[in-house]
């Protein structure tokens, strides 16, 4: 009965893709160079989504680097061809939260513009008024709201690995998500929605 509690409430993470698992085990194993390209494949996508949370360059960066150097770390303790980007991301949520913690809700203040080399046809047709109405209702949402949904709008993760990064149960990652969305809805204007 003691394996079948730990089983039902330990949250598995998806499977990592061979090659994925290969970099893992050798870095594991000591290799620099597959722990570089690790870093390589995840850095941009993770200090994006800092970025978003923190809206500050340097304070992203440095989160960032602080989550690689404790994934390395930790390295010993991941269970390789489970899923790297859900833990990575998961560390760098407990830096962010740390962090905020210890500001004592200290906020940053909005860039006057919102650096995204990856815009789609929908952001350049938005002014950069409405971005920045958007960005500062994104801004005053509650953090762990604030969390969930640029996991699910920026990253494209499905509620389970919101929920495993955000060590939340699924339905509360989908809460989070639902309420921060019509947060937005009834603070900003119709046609900027």
């Given at each position: 009965m003691g394996v079948e509690t730990t089983e039902t409430t330990r949250r598995?993470?998806?499977?990592?893709?061979a090659e994925e698992t290969a970099l893992i085990r050798?870095?594991?194993?000591?290799?620099?160079q597959a722990f570089a390209q690790l870093v390589e494949r995840y850095w941009s996508r993770l200090y994006r989504w800092l970025y978003h949370?923190?809206?500050?360059?340097?304070?992203?960066?440095?989160?960032?680097?602080?989550a690689f150097l404790k994934a390395l770390g930790n390295l010993g303790r991941f269970e390789?061809?489970?899923?790297?980007?859900?833990?990575?991301?998961?560390?760098a949520h407990n830096l962010f939260a740390n962090q905020v913690r210890a500001a004592s809700?200290?906020?940053?203040?909005?860039?006057?513009?919102?650096?995204?080399?990856e815009?789609?046809?929908?952001?350049?047709?938005?002014?950069?008024?409405?971005?920045?109405?958007?960005?500062?209702a994104v801004e005053r949402l509650p953090t762990e709201w604030?969390?969930?949904?640029?996991?699910?709008?920026?990253?494209?993760?499905?509620?389970?690995?919101?929920?495993?990064?955000?060590?939340?149960?699924e339905e509360t990652a989908r809460w989070r998500v639902f309420k921060a969305r019509r947060q937005l809805l009834a603070e900003l204007p119709p046609e900027n929605v």
């Open positions: 598995s993470l998806p499977s990592a893709s050798a870095a594991q194993r000591g290799d620099r949370l923190v809206r500050d360059r340097h304070q992203a960066e440095d989160l960032a680097q602080e390789a061809g489970t899923n790297f980007r859900a833990w990575l991301f998961r560390i809700r200290r906020r940053s203040t909005l860039p006057d513009d919102l650096p995204d080399p815009q789609g046809p929908a952001d350049i047709a938005c002014s950069r008024e409405t971005l920045a109405e958007l960005a500062q604030k969390a969930a949904l640029l996991l699910r709008i920026e990253e494209g993760l499905s509620f389970r690995q919101i929920a495993d990064i955000l060590a939340t149960t």
